[in-house]
Each structure stands twice: as structure tokens, then as C-alpha cells.
């Protein structure tokens, strides 16, 4: 098996890694001329959210860690915002934006857990 890295071991990097894929192909379906627009934005966010878990958890100081959670939580609030709009155009279905707020709430949850635990 090959060698796991600490953020690789920690289940709110997949969830977020699970959910920049999830949103990827879901942002494949929005309409030709939001494919640099609105999707590259949501897209770029979503893989934003794992990466700052990853580059945080291989920190050493644990304000350098919470430093690098806190900008992962906010562009998770960025997709979530993006969400909101992308509802409202009407580019994805009531029902898939409420799954993916279940997927952001317990992102944000994990992710604010792991943010406290580095705190003094």
C-alpha cells in the first residue's frame, strides 16, 4: 500500500475531496457559457477547501494549522454562497443544493472541530 499522508488520514480532507469531485461533475451540466464563469469559481473554491486542509495539516505550528482551516472554511462558504446562486438561476435542483448543504454542514462541522483543536 502506498504511504498515507497526514491529511490523507483525516475524514474532512475526503469529505472535501469527495465534494470538489461531487461538485466538479455537477457544475459539468451548467450552461456552455458559465464554464469560465460561475463553475470555474465553484470549482476552483471546492478544491480550495481540501487544499487548505491538506497544506494546514502539514504545518508545524498549530496557529499555522488553524490558520490554513479557517481559509479552508471560507471557501467553503464561498461554495455555499455560489450554491445559493446557482439555486436561484436555477442551474441545479432544489433537492440536489439541499444534498450538498448536508455535505457543507458536516464539512464545516469537522472542519471548525479540527480549527478549535489547534486553538491554546
Known sequence: MTYLFAFEKLDVWKLA???AVKLYKITEAFPREERFGLASQM????????????EGSS?????????????AF???????????????????ENQEYERLRL????????????Y???LP
Not at 504545518?59 to 481559509?71: E, G, V
Not at 455535505?103 to 479540527?114: C, D, G, R, T
Request: zero cysteines.
Open 103 to 114: 455535505i457543507i454542514y458536516e464539512i464545516s462541522n469537522k472542519l471548525n472541530a479540527l
Open 17 to 19: 475531496k469527495e465534494f
Open 43 to 54: 470549482n476552483r473554491a471546492a478544491v480550495s477547501v481540501a487544499s487548505n486542509i491538506a
Open 59 to 71: 504545518r508545524t505550528s498549530k496557529k499555522d494549522k488553524a490558520h490554513f482551516y479557517q481559509i
Open 116 to 118: 478549535k483543536s489547534q
Open 74 to 92: 471560507s471557501s467553503l462558504m464561498e461554495v455555499t454562497s455560489q450554491l445559493l446562486i446557482v439555486r436561484d438561476l436555477g442551474f441545479i
